[in-house]
């Protein structure tokens, strides 16, 4: 409708016309220049060409540009908001993406059973807009969520900021119509009833990277609105008491919200970005912490919290004196991996899990990392539940370094796992990962799960290539890594 | 077996072959350092109208700097294709503002579309039209004058009533008939009226001297708001100058690729307002330019220099009242009000506060805020005349958001205000269409008059 060029006429390709004559002319993107957007997603290491981009505008589409790639073995993906830091939408086989874009609607909403409905491509952060109205929200809070979409956040079983207190995407499915890989349409737990007999199919989607099948239909649980809310921001003069205060606060048997941190060069990239707060610059650490539910308690809450913090040494800490306030605080830490822009021309971000306890530990060690690789690593994560982001600052265009970059990112994932941790928090294993899948998975244990996604998607024609490492020696994949990386 | 990573970024078709160098062959291409700070992270993308409405990536912020990013790496061609994309964006700078480093987008899209149109001239009717305007028309003070002289005999005359009658605007294309709707009655440009001033005093004593832009469009189309402008300056004790030799700003120009112009208007503009400490600009559109003449100059030190001491005088006029202090009007303006963000002014030049605090130091207004007040109504300089259908689409979300019982919805943009009062016209809605120094003048209008009265009172008693 809105191009004023003509089309150029170059001879469509057989199965680009007949996936054109399914969701119309308007809706198909298959020249070079068009595609060239779609080479890859938040994770911009590495990139390739998709054969062609649809945009459905509901199931039956869906399913039909999904049987027609089964039946001619085209390899196809799904793709939301394109905001992934794994690549899991990256095509890395010439696939045809199915962008669930044009499927952005909220669908219905149940007050009385708190509960919504959506379509995938419909925004994490409109949802909780539609309906704060009547005292509503949607509880996971990915930093993306201004823009990312709750399709995306299935497949990555995303969190967040809050998740802490009131978990991960998985907590708040509760019903899903699926896409499988032959085009069959399927509805696990259709009306959102929770605790349906059986296998637990909505867990196993949920967070299954788009290997399994395309989500066309979700329905979440809303949360009425906490009553009450505080939140409390720390300055450390360094990062040891930062961590200790964290481990601190838990151990004092409270449970906030949010529980982030944020160390010295993190803050010195925030401050260069769009939504500075106003930081010390000499600090060595922040937190930001927030505690929510009914007003009784929440007082006492924060007191303890500030005398925690106290006693391990903090040089300041103050309490949100407006929403205002706190919103400056929030967006200052939302948009942080990419305020990283601000003080670095690319950033790797990683994202390990470990035991609370282990952090300062942990914390030395990325630093040694960062000393090793010549790279500077800036830390923004939820410290409350172990989830490190160390982000790898560093300049693709001096030869070399993104392969630094990926190495030191490697090494920061190995001492996560090193102390009983994980390899992901959040964002998923998509291209980035899959060999450090191995950190933490035996031979046997990845053969099994490769053997549930035969069942789902048998010829591996959906997202092929993602979530396990491919090749069968670990070193084979990483030289192979570096190749490719030295000839971009 | 599987296939090796390397094989299957291989078999994936790698973008280019040879992406040594660059694809932009002429000066002044898209700045490096500016796309250097872009992470492709997408936080722009939900506040980009083109994405919003066409949903594809190519048409979103972040699509459009790795399109610019990939001329540069020799991944793409300057052509049609590319064009595409460039040209359909409004220049709004809302992705500016969403973005976590500041990313110049606006300014990539700018000199990208210098690349476009040097190696890819307008041809044909569109060529015509556009150099017309943009050449022979809006530099030139004394044609816009004849302009603004025919539009008032084409208004006065009877033709205009004529032509709406006889239904000859049928044979228009849909847009430039519903714009011709909503023509706003020409006056006589402030630029003539006070030609033979050397400044227009202050009302009091002058606390401070002030130069004006008169635009070139805002002094035919919207001379009333200019004369506004004036009154509310020196009702606020500034000695106003309207520098001669001034001209267009080039705002449409640089927006449409012609960057070449836009650099030979900013110097005669950074010439005529020489010697003066404040130039204030009522279109925001024409101020974002002013302050961005030192983006014409990158490879120019000598005028760099000029531009960047010149642009740091520039001001909007909402903020320079809001800055210097104005009077606080006593009579009431009883109008349900609201404000609507001017791109240029929100996203380009951060001014937001200010105009709200001014409608709302007017007594009597009842000010609501409209939902996403800051989101591009779709004029976007000329865009709404060269990309009807998007800007079309731009507008008709603009106006859902506009509340129902709303009687003015205030701005501080000429384009805005046409666009603005295309919609008002096309959804049947009432609100009328103000700039934000025309409430203000009303109201110290009001005063003028109530002190009038009430000397005639008091001297008729006596």
Known sequence: MFRSRKKKQTRKDVHVAQLEAIVGPTEILYEKEDLLSYDCDGFTVHKAMPKAVVFPKNTEEVAAIVRYCSVHDLPFLARGAGTGLSGGAIPLNGEVIISLGKMRNLLSVDYENRQAVVQPGFVNLKLTNSISSKGYYYAPDPSSQYVCTIGGNVAENAGGAHCLKYGVTTNHILGLEVVLPNGEVIEISDGGIPDSPGYDLMGLLTGSEGTLGIVTKITVRILKNPQGKQTVLAYFDNVEDGSRAVSGIISAGIVPAALEMMDKTAIEGVEAGAYPVGHPKDIDALLLIEVDGIKAGIDEQIEEILAVCKSRNVREVKVAESEEERGKWWANRKTGFGAMGAISPDYLVQDGVIPRSKLPEVLKRISEISKESGLRIANIFHAGDGNLHPLILFDSRVPGETEKALEAGTACLKACADVGGSITGEHGVGIEKKEEMRFIFTDEELEAQTRIREVFNPDDLLNKGKLFPTPSRCMDVKKVVKDTVAAK | ?462
């Open chain 2, 1 to 462: 077996m599987a296939k090796s990573l390397a094989a299957q970024l291989e078999e994936a078709a790698p973008p280019c072959a040879d992406n040594s160098s660059s694809n932009y062959l002429l000066m002044d291409h898209p700045d490096e350092n500016k796309w250097a700070d872009c992470v492709h992270c997408g936080m722009c993308l939900e506040s980009c109208p083109t994405y919003l409405e066409t949903g594809k990536e190519q048409h979103s912020p972040r699509g459009r700097v790795h399109l610019i990013k990939s001329v540069a790496e020799g991944k793409l061609n300057v052509n049609a294709q590319f064009a595409d994309p460039v040209f359909q964006c409004l220049d709004c700078r809302a992705c500016t503002t969403a973005c976590p480093a500041d990313v110049d987008v606006g300014g990539l899209i700018e000199e990208a579309r210098g690349q476009v149109r040097k190696a890819m001239p307008l041809k044909g009717w569109k060529g015509a039209v556009s150099s017309f305007f943009l050449k022979g028309l809006f530099p030139h003070p004394e044609r816009m004058q004849t302009v603004s002289g025919l539009l008032k005999f084409y208004q006065k005359s009877g033709i205009q009533s004529a032509v709406r009658k006889t239904g000859a605007l049928n044979i228009m294309p849909a847009h430039l008939a519903d714009m011709e709707a909503i023509m706003p009655e020409v006056k006589q440009p402030v630029q003539k009226k006070y030609k033979d001033y050397k400044f227009i005093p202050a009302k009091g004593n002058p606390k401070a001297r002030v130069a004006m832009l008169t635009g070139c469009i805002m002094d035919v189309m919207f001379s009333d708001i200019n004369e506004s402008t004036i009154n509310v300056l020196t009702h606020n004790d500034n000695d106003v100058v309207i520098p001669k030799n001034q001209t267009c700003c080039g705002a449409l120009h640089v927006h449409a690729g012609d960057r070449d112009m836009g650099r030979k208007l900013a110097k005669q503009n950074i010439e005529a307002f020489q010697g003066e400490e404040k130039v204030v600009v009522n279109a925001a559109g024409c101020g974002c330019a002013l302050k961005e003449y030192p983006e014409l100059f990158k490879d120019d030190p000598e005028w760099k220099a000029k531009a960047e001491l010149f642009s740091e005088k520039v001001e909007d006029i909402s903020k320079y009242l809001y800055d210097t202090g104005y009077e606080k009007p006593i009579s009431t303006v009883n109008k349900k009000i609201t404000y609507h963000d001017a791109c240029h002014l929100a996203h380009g030049q951060g001014v937001r506060h200010e105009p709200r605090q001014l409608l709302q130091d007017i007594p009597g207004v009842e000010y609501t805020e409209m939902a996403n007040a800051d989101t591009c109504c779709g004029s976007a300089g000329i865009y709404n005349i060269t990309n009807p259908e998007m800007a079309g689409a731009v507008l008709e979300r603009k106006m859902e958001n506009v509340p129902d019982e709303i009687e003015m919805i205030s701005m501080g943009n000429p384009g805005c205000m046409l666009q603005m009062a295309m919609g008002v016209q096309k959804y049947g809605r009432r609100s009328e269409i103000v700039h934000t120094v025309q409430l203000l003048d009303w109201a110290y209008q009001k005063d003028q008059e109530n002190i009038g009265a009430n000397q005639e009172a008091t001297s008729s008693k006596g």
